[in-house]
């Protein structure tokens, strides 16, 4: 059974940064493609980045230039940098492998003064 597991979300104020951590077991990060998605209350779960297995990387337009995605192919771990965080960042966040409908937790990121 797939089983992956969100850590790094908490409060942090507007500015401010998180690095999410995505520790997958049983998938290889290193030959899947996975993506990072967010769903705030009352909205559809939207995709703001994804890896693919060589490295390639594409990210949602409300984040470009203040996300980056990263992997550790040896950790079978997938990250994602947040910097100059927004309140409407504001989210519950979930890694998954793209197109094979494993989900995680997800972890909360809440961007409030």
């Known amino acids: 059974q797939v089983h992956l597991v969100e850590s790094g979300g908490g409060l942090v104020q507007p500015g401010g940064s998180l690095r999410l951590s995505c520790a997958a077991s049983?998938?290889?990060?290193?030959?899947?493609?996975f993506g990072w998605y967010r769903q705030a209350p009352g909205t559809q779960r939207e995709l703001v980045a994804s890896?693919?297995?060589?490295?390639?990387?594409n990210y949602a337009e409300p984040v470009k230039g203040r996300f980056t995605i990263s992997k550790d192919d040896a950790k079978n771990t997938v990250y994602l940098q947040m910097n100059s965080l927004k309140p409407e960042d504001t989210a519950v966040y979930y890694c998954?492998?793209?197109?094979?409908?494993?989900w995680g937790q997800g972890t909360q990121v809440t961007v409030s003064s």
């Open positions: 049983r998938i290889s990060v290193r030959l899947n493609a």
């Open positions: 890896i693919q297995g060589n490295g390639a990387r």
């Open positions: 998954t492998p793209l197109g094979r409908n494993y």
